[in-house]
């Protein structure tokens, strides 16, 4: 696995001691390039946001991981240049199309998507996109 998509479930667990964590990072240590739409950064704060909410986690501190996700090498594409793709492919999989902009990407680029997000895996696992996804704690 060289080119990854990366989505909010897996980099969140390279800032916070998760289950999964070990794994996140192990898998994008091996990937030669890290690639994601730039909804990750929006989701990954709305992460971050709830545990501010529910007092797991200070504001400051807070800022400060956002301030080491956005030093991360990430080559982000533009949600606007993956739409056309992720709704299509929500359509076809029944999936959000926030889901869909990261698979859009993975086919774009001849990557796979990991993610810690198993019902997204499982709801692929009979569609043509399965070969596009993997599970951080499931990885070949």
Do not use: C
Request: without cysteine; negative net charge; aromatic residues 4%.
């Amino acid at each position: 696995m060289t080119r990854i998509v990366v989505d909010a479930s897996v980099l969140i667990k390279l800032f916070l001691d998760e289950v999964g964590s070990i794994e996140a990072e192990s898998a994008l240590k091996e990937a030669t390039e890290i690639l994601a739409p730039d909804l990750l950064l929006a989701e990954t704060a709305n992460i971050l946001w709830k545990y501010v909410r529910r007092a797991e986690l200070t504001p400051t501190v807070v800022e400060q991981l956002i301030g080491d996700i956005l030093q991360m090498p990430i080559h982000y594409t533009a949600s606007r240049d993956l739409i056309e793709s992720a709704l299509q492919i929500a359509t076809e999989t029944g999936r959000t199309v926030y889901d869909a902009l990261y698979i859009a990407l993975a086919v774009q680029r001849q990557a796979v998507l990991l993610t810690a997000d198993e019902r997204l895996v499982n709801a692929l696992a009979t569609t043509p996109h399965a070969k596009r996804v993997r599970l951080t704690t499931k990885l070949d």
